[in-house]
């Protein structure tokens, strides 16, 4: 059985999508991954950055974590994204590195890349699964194969059930309300699993 390669790939202002992404880390690691943890380029000024405390700490503290690039997109069988929502879709940070993935979907080499999606909001409605869809729409022009968790797992009803993706809603002090470590683990080992059947033909 061959080694599966996980690009973990996410947004973060506030550190909810960093600390998604460092749980689903451990949880394809957990099944022997090679696991990149990657962000997307900034595209908000420094000085407005600079302005906010939360958004700037949360800078600071990720700084030693590389940039992803479509080298990395290539690399990876498996990608797990994890961005806030934005008006019920995916951060533009998160977008504008999706778009720059044109020469490599051209040339056929996001086919069969097997992907799942994460998600945050302030509100326990605020557009977290619509944020989901709206990337997984690009991972079908993509040609990838969508490793949803569904309800297969009991972990997933304990962090309020979202079959697309694990979904978190954020308060006003930045502190996660659902607990949600279990079901992104889990969610990280599914597209392991789906990556290692994939990648050895099954």
Request: hydrophobic share 40%.
């Amino acid at each position: 059985m061959t080694k599966v390669n996980v690009a973990v790939v996410y947004y973060s202002m506030g550190g909810t999508n960093y600390e998604l992404a460092k749980w689903a880390e451990e949880g394809a690691k957990e099944l022997g991954a090679d696991v990149r943890v990657l962000k997307v380029p900034e595209l908000a000024p420094q000085s407005v950055i600079d302005g906010n405390d939360a958004w700037k700490a949360t800078v600071d503290q990720t700084s030693y974590i590389a940039e992803v690039t479509s080298a990395d997109i290539e690399w990876a069988d498996a990608i797990i994204f994890s961005t806030p929502t934005r008006f019920g879709v995916m951060a533009s940070q998160m977008k504008q590195f999706l778009d720059t993935q044109g020469g490599l979907w051209a040339s056929g080499k996001t086919v069969n890349k097997v992907v799942s999606a994460m998600s945050s909001a302030q509100n326990p409605h605020g557009g977290q699964e619509a944020t989901i869809l709206s990337l997984y729409t690009a991972m079908m022009h993509w040609g990838a194969i969508i490793a949803a968790p569904g309800y297969s797992d009991s972990s997933i009803f304990a962090a309020g059930g979202n079959p697309y993706g694990t979904s978190v809603t954020v308060d006003q002090d930045g502190n996660m309300v659902e607990d949600v470590e279990g079901a992104v683990k889990y969610q990280a080992k599914r597209t392991v699993q789906v990556a290692q059947w994939v990648k050895d033909g099954k």
